[in-house]
């Protein structure tokens, strides 16, 4: 956790240059292993908080003392347990990956023209907004709809509490 601790207080911007300027060609994958990296810091120790009172439960204590393994406490009790908080996670997580790749795009970093990228799209049309718009605007949405259509499939995804409804006669 002390390793998360120290590449959360990494700023985006710095952890993306130094990764894909580091990367031999400093492509698309450069870019995208990077945003990956910068967002694995913050899931871990999300999933490690949201997991550790369930890892003191009484379900956990009886699997250990039936001898199950690690791999099976996390796959079989932890993880289905976890599954609203991962389901979020990974949207949000999406949601920052698709801004680092953008903001990578718009400063040029990663790939460069004639490749087909949202962000360099935008950042390539900008200077003639004013006699087509659509050319900025175009890539903009997608880059929001792809954004936001994660967010909501993964948020349905997720289980919905389960609300007993009272009678009194």
């Known amino acids: 956790e002390r390793t998360a601790d120290v590449a959360i207080l990494l700023p985006p911007v710095l952890g993306i240059m130094l990764i894909a300027l580091a990367w031999p060609d400093g492509g698309r994958l450069a870019v995208n292993t990077a945003a990956i990296v910068l967002g694995v810091p913050y ?9 550790a009172p369930l890892a003191q439960s009484g379900y956990i ?20 347990n976890l599954r609203a908080t991962v389901l979020a996670l990974f949207g949000l997580r999406f949601v920052e990956a698709v801004y680092v790749i953008s903001m990578a795009g718009f400063l040029q970093i990663g790939p ?12 390539e049309n900008a200077p003639g ?20 259509s994660v ?5 349905s995804l997720a289980p919905r509490p389960v609300r007993k409804t009272v009678t009194t006669s």
Do not use: C, F, H, K
């Not at 899931?43 to 997991?51: D, E, F, S």
């Not at 460069?112 to 950042?123: F, I």
């Open 43 to 51: 899931a871990v120790r999300l999933v490690a908080g949201a997991a």
């Open 151 to 155: 967010n909501l499939a993964s948020s």
């Open 129 to 148: 907004i004013l006699l087509n718009p659509w050319a900025v605007v175009a890539p903009g949405l997608a880059i929001a709809l792809l954004a936001i």
């Open 61 to 80: 204590e009886a699997a250990t003392a039936r001898g199950e393994r690690l791999w099976y406490l996390t796959l079989r009790e932890l993880l289905p």
């Open 112 to 123: 460069q023209p004639p490749a087909s990228d949202w962000a360099l799209m935008v950042r």
